[in-house]
């Protein structure tokens, strides 16, 4: 079987839980393995895009959303900064940052990001030394490059950006989780 793309590995993982969601898992992969979805998927004969309910939609400047979950966050107060480095790391690829993100459960995407713009009198001072990371939503720009979702402090105010994935990041940026 031909390995596939991380574009198409997304769409797996998300046909995945969506079958598992409806169904229980047993019943998921008989019916993955029934109709092939892993090949299709890999021979890019299925597509399913995320949808996503934002404001900055990148979608009408040609780009295309890989990745994107909901959002989850409630409140500001909720959050904490989490770094993603290990001891000894100065600085780490955009995928490995993602993978850990995900382990860290601090894996919030850019429909969190917007609303904290709309509450960010809200966000910690402390924050605003570190450009925030909003892994789950995953775009690709027009030139091919792989972007997550990221706030950082301008001096008054915080804006969106898009950190490009491929460039990996340093300590100068944080992940956010809800406080346990």
């Known amino acids: 079987m031909v390995k596939p793309s991380y574009e198409q590995a997304i769409q797996l993982e998300r046909v995945w839980l969506e079958l598992k969601a409806k169904l229980d898992a047993h019943e998921a992969q008989r019916l993955?393995?029934?109709f092939n979805l892993v090949g299709q998927i890999a021979g890019g004969q299925f597509d399913l895009q995320p949808t996503a309910q934002v404001n900055r939609d990148m979608r009408k400047e040609g780009w295309k959303l890989l990745e994107h979950i909901p959002r989850s966050v409630a409140s500001v107060g909720a959050l904490e900064l989490v770094s993603f480095l290990e001891e000894g790391e100065g600085?780490?690829?955009g995928d490995e940052t993602?993978?850990?993100?995900?382990?860290l459960?601090?894996?919030y995407g850019q429909e969190d990001a917007?609303?904290?713009?709309?509450?960010?009198?809200?966000i910690p001072e402390e924050f605003r030394k570190f450009y925030l990371l909003f892994p789950r939503t995953v775009w690709q720009g027009s030139d091919g490059d792989r972007r997550v979702v990221c706030l950082g402090w301008r001096g008054r105010r915080w804006d969106l950006g898009f950190a490009w994935l491929d460039d990996g990041?340093?300590?100068g940026s944080?992940?956010?989780r809800s406080r346990k």
């Open 32 to 34: 993955i393995e029934h």
């Open 91 to 93: 600085f780490i690829s």
């Open 98 to 103: 993602v993978r850990r993100a995900r382990g």
């Open 105 to 107: 459960n601090a894996d």
């Open 114 to 122: 917007e609303w904290l713009l709309e509450h960010q009198e809200e």
């Open 169 to 171: 990041f340093d300590s």
């Open 174 to 176: 944080r992940l956010l």
